[in-house]
């Protein structure tokens, strides 16, 4: 079954002079096993990325300078959440159309990943996502 976007509150184990420390741990809000981390650096404000949809893999993305804005789509509705705090992720599980804008130069998107990368889990044709919302493909689980 697939589940909506949110977000997820990092536990903030230091807060002084020295800086913020933020941490999700296996059963504290790190809601899979993670196989895979993979960061965006170096993108200047209005990149666009994203354009896809993914068959099984579950991410939680974080933006730990910077904002970056995510258009999130299950198929049958659409939301925008802006992860710009380094103390919050956003759960994206499968079956979510995602796009991301970079609202300033240099955002930087670090993201936890439930597998390895595997192109044959991508789905980049809209049209295509939106046949298996309607199929069913996410709720035969
Ligand atoms: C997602 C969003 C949030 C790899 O070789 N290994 C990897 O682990 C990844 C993530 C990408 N790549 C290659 C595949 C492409 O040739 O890097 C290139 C750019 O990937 P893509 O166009 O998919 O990047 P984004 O920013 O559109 O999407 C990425 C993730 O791919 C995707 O899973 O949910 O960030």
Same mark, same amino acid.
């Given at each position: 079954? &697939?589940?909506?976007?949110?977000? $997820?509150?990092?536990?903030?184990? %230091?807060? @002084? ?12 809000? =790190?809601? !899979?096993?993670? @196989?895979?981390?993979?960061? $965006?650096?170096?993108? &200047? &404000? ?15 993305? !974080? ?6 804005? !995510? ?15 380094? @103390? ?5 599980? &499968?079956?979510?159309?995602? %796009? ?19 192109? @044959? ?7 295509? !996502? =939106? ?11």
């Amino acid at each position: 079954m &697939k589940c909506n976007p949110f977000i $997820i509150d990092t536990r903030k184990a %230091e807060k @002084n002079e020295l800086g913020s420390l933020s941490v999700l741990e296996t059963s504290k809000g =790190l809601l !899979f096993a993670v @196989n895979r981390v993979y960061y $965006i650096s170096g993108a &200047k &404000k209005n990149t666009k990325r994203g354009m896809h949809a993914h068959k099984e893999l579950e991410q939680i993305a !974080f933006c730990p300078f910077g904002a970056i804005r !995510f258009l999130l789509d299950d198929g049958l509705s659409k939301e925008e959440i802006i992860l710009n705090e380094p @103390n919050k992720g956003l759960y994206i599980g &499968k079956g979510i159309w995602r %796009e991301m804008v970079w609202e300033e130069d240099n955002s930087v998107l670090v993201v936890a990943a439930s597998m390895l990368y595997d192109e @044959n889990d991508y789905i980049r044709d809209y049209g295509t !996502f =939106l046949s298996m919302v309607k199929s069913g493909y996410w709720k035969k689980e």
